[in-house]
């Protein structure tokens, strides 16, 4: 059981940078796969990231293209999303969302626990 709370969405230019964070409750952080997801408006759910932090696999959306990093501070129960040279594709409502375990993809279907959301709006 985890219960999850991003922050950091904001409204940002063209070409520019946010940070989302993901925290996280509970005891047993080292045990969930936390994976960052997105769905702009009538488009299906993707998966952005996702990190292991039990076996450190890391996967990326392959419309990321290297603009994207992402992190986890165990001690602080936190993942984040780096989120650089950003463009009015990544206009989206970002969530965070965690599995009990490993997953072998970052499938929003293979999600057990979510966040309710930030907006991240890139203007042009």
């Known amino acids: 059981e985890v219960q999850l709370v991003e922050s950091g969405g904001a409204l940002v230019q063209a070409g520019g940078s946010v940070r989302l964070s993901c925290a996280a409750s509970g005891c047993t952080f080292d045990d969930y796969t936390i994976g960052w997801f997105r769905q702009a408006p009538g488009k299906e759910r993707e998966g952005v990231s996702c990190i292991g932090n039990s076996d450190g696999d890391i996967y990326y959306g392959d419309f990321v293209k290297c603009r994207f990093t992402i992190s986890s501070d165990n001690a602080k129960n936190t993942v984040y999303l780096q989120m650089n040279s950003l463009n009015a594709e990544d206009t989206d409502v970002y969530y965070c969302?965690?599995?009990?375990?490993?997953?072998?993809?970052?499938?929003?279907?293979?999600?057990?626990?979510w966040g309710k959301g930030t907006l991240v709006t890139v203007s042009s």
């Open positions: 969302a965690a599995h009990y375990g490993v997953v072998g993809a970052c499938d929003y279907y293979d999600m057990d626990y």
